[in-house]
């Protein structure tokens, strides 16, 4: 960002100000060569590490997501330990029913990561959508998102896990109309990647929007009502779009590269937008894939 300061106009003591000659404010003109979005106000402007490319092994995301069921569940504990004995001054058996649902808690979410990890690894979606990648896992993304924040792991850890909810749901193999499949992209990507993208939209016949904020991406959604939606953003733009959407609507989401930092000429690839867009449109006959 520039910021440029005009020329103060000299200060004179004589004569008084008539209304024409009145002080008026000046202006700062701010010259912006980027807008961020709100997710990565604390970036200080550096480069991005392995030059925006938050690739990471899925492995990645089932390690903080054990270490952020092993937490919660530590904290839980704790907290039951201390305000025990309070608790059963009012009954004995509360702070034994408080252990009791606690452990069972905790038990079923190390059932739901094992179920979760054999579904992705074994090729075979073992719960219904609505269960795993629709279900409660969003939630559990967004908490291990928090978790990997601690060790500035973040940006992988979403990754890794939003590559994981694609496998999931792409296997299930929807498909919808050309009118009603909806292609949301953001604001930063760069000119190669929007041609591209225009591109295989035009091809599919499938309606692209821009989403300047996840607010207006989610009015579109409420406006067009499609059926299934191809979303493309940054990492954490995703996840928040993820967890707001894909609970109510299909969704498979494209993060993108972000050579240049954030909000900024991102690239994409498109031959794995396209391969989504195929699958999805009913009917689409095969086309070559377009390369990155
Ligand atoms: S999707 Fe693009 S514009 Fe939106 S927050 Fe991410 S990098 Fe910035």
């Known amino acids: 960002m ?39 106000d604390e970036w200080n402007g550096r480069p991005l590490p392995g030059g925006g490319d938050f690739s990471a092994a899925p492995g990645v995301f089932f390690r903080f997501a054990a270490l952020t069921i092993a937490t919660a569940t530590g904290v839980a504990a704790l907290l039951l330990y201390l305000i025990g004995p309070r608790l059963s001054t ?20 190390w059932l739901y990561l094992s179920v979760l990890a054999a579904s992705f690894y074994s090729g075979r979606n073992l719960l219904p959508e609505r269960v795993l990648e629709r279900g409660p896992y969003l939630q559990l993304m967004n908490y291990t998102s ?49 041609d591209g993208v225009l591109e295989i939209a035009g091809r599919y016949e499938v309606p692209v929007f821009v989403a300047t904020r996840g607010q ?36 498979l989401g494209l993060t993108m ?22 699958g999805l449109v009913a009917g689409a006959p095969p086309r070559e894939h377009t390369k990155r």
């Not at 005009?6 to 003109?29: D, G």
């Not at 909810?165 to 299930?172: D, G, I, P, V």
């Not at 909000?263 to 396209?274: F, K, N, P, V, Y």
């Open 2 to 40: 520039k910021l440029r300061f005009p020329m103060a106009a000299p200060q004179t003591a004589t004569p008084p100000p008539s209304s024409a000659s009145a002080p008026r404010a000046q202006l700062i003109h701010i010259e912006v060569d980027r807008r961020l979005g709100h997710e990565w």
């Open 90 to 109: 009012l009954s004995a058996l509360v702070p034994r029913i408080l252990w009791l649902v606690l452990a069972l808690f905790a038990a079923l979410e």
């Open 146 to 194: 928090l978790v990997a924040r601690g060790f500035g792991k973040r940006d992988w850890v979403e990754h890794a896990a939003i590559d994981i909810y694609n496998t999931l749901a792409e296997r299930r193999g929807r498909r919808v109309g050309k009118g009603e499949l909806l292609v949301l992209i953001p604001r930063c990507l760069s000119k190669q990647a929007l």
């Open 216 to 251: 207006l991406a989610r009015r579109v959604i409420r406006e067009r009502r499609p059926r299934a939606v191809v979303a493309v953003a940054c990492e954490r733009d995703m996840m928040t779009g993820l967890r707001d959407v894909a609970g109510k609507l299909p969704v």
């Open 257 to 278: 590269q972000l050579p240049n930092g954030p909000c900024r000429d991102a690239s994409i690839d498109l031959g794995q937008m396209e391969r989504w867009v195929q």
